[in-house]
């Protein structure tokens, strides 16, 4: 009797199937973003980046944005969470008694 499964697929298969989504990777993300990284990326321009204020006008603009929709998930998110606690499901009981 063999070991070998019978639904296993030929190795060299599997790395032709897995080449081409590899090959598209590296031509469609890794090299265009190495070359901006190489022809962009000076140390004069991260420079003019960091001290423009637009740079930190939204900085800040994210940083509160990200900060109220965080509040605003949780506290719409408390009020479903504390009605349903303790309700029973048709589904069984997901947690013990207390």
Excluded: K
Aim: charged share 15%; hydrophobic share 50%; proline share 7%.
């Amino acid at each position: 009797m063999s070991d070998a499964s019978p639904n296993r697929l030929p190795r060299w298969f599997v790395v032709l199937l897995a080449t081409a989504p590899i090959v598209f990777l590296l031509l469609f993300y890794a090299w265009p973003f190495a070359t901006l990284l190489v022809h962009g990326v000076r140390l004069e321009s991260i420079t003019d980046t960091l001290r423009a204020d637009s740079t930190w006008r939204v900085v800040w603009f994210t940083l509160w944005q990200a900060v109220l929709s965080t509040a605003a998930t949780l506290m719409l998110g408390m009020f479903p969470t504390w009605a349903g606690r303790d309700t029973r499901s048709p589904a069984g009981d997901c947690c013990p008694e207390r």
